[in-house]
């Protein structure tokens, strides 16, 4: 069976904030992408065949917090990256909770551009 996402662009009006933030907060590097006739984009690592996705500036798209939900992967625990998201700058929407089955520990921020974005853990 094909995976159901493939691809997600959480969009941003300030991308090197933005950038900035999620880096810090994934303790990752971000891999710029700049395309004149797309926009900018800044790409999260992924192994094939996982999903992937970016921080976009490009176009019509506009930051919300009413939009679809992206959670990010932040492997053993929520409690250090929901840290570095609030010393970031975003806020915590919704505190850590535990989800049925073992399948984990989910919480939602707001990031500093208004979008709400999930973060998915083993642990709180």
Same mark, same amino acid.
């Given at each position: !069976?094909?995976?159901?996402? #493939?691809?997600?662009?959480?969009?941003?009006?300030?991308? &090197?904030?933005?950038?900035?933030?999620? &880096?810090?907060?994934?303790? #990752? #590097?971000?891999?710029?992408?700049?395309?004149?006739? !797309? %926009?900018?984009?800044? !790409?999260?690592?992924?192994? *094939?065949?996982? #999903?992937?996705?970016?921080? /976009?500036? +490009?176009?019509?798209?506009?930051?919300? /917090?009413?939009?679809?939900?992206?959670?990010?992967?932040? %492997?053993?625990?929520?409690?250090? *990256? $929901?840290?570095? /998201? =609030?010393?970031?700058? +975003? $806020?915590? +929407?919704?505190? *850590?909770?535990?989800?049925?089955? &073992?399948?984990?520990?989910?919480?939602?921020?707001?990031? *500093? &551009?208004?979008? =709400?974005?999930?973060?998915? +853990? =083993?642990?709180?």
């Amino acid at each position: !069976m094909d995976p159901v996402v #493939t691809w997600f662009e959480i969009p941003v009006v300030d991308f &090197e904030r933005s950038v900035r933030f999620y &880096e810090s907060v994934l303790e #990752t #590097t971000l891999k710029r992408e700049n395309d004149p006739a !797309m %926009g900018e984009f800044a !790409m999260f690592a992924v192994a *094939p065949p996982g #999903t992937a996705g970016a921080v /976009a500036r +490009a176009g019509a798209m506009r930051p919300g /917090a009413d939009g679809t939900i992206v959670y990010l992967w932040c %492997g053993a625990s929520l409690a250090a *990256p $929901l840290a570095r /998201a =609030r010393s970031a700058g +975003a $806020l915590v +929407a919704t505190p *850590p909770m535990q989800l049925p089955r &073992e399948i984990g520990w989910v919480a939602q921020i707001i990031d *500093p &551009e208004g979008n =709400r974005v999930g973060l998915h +853990a =083993r642990a709180a």
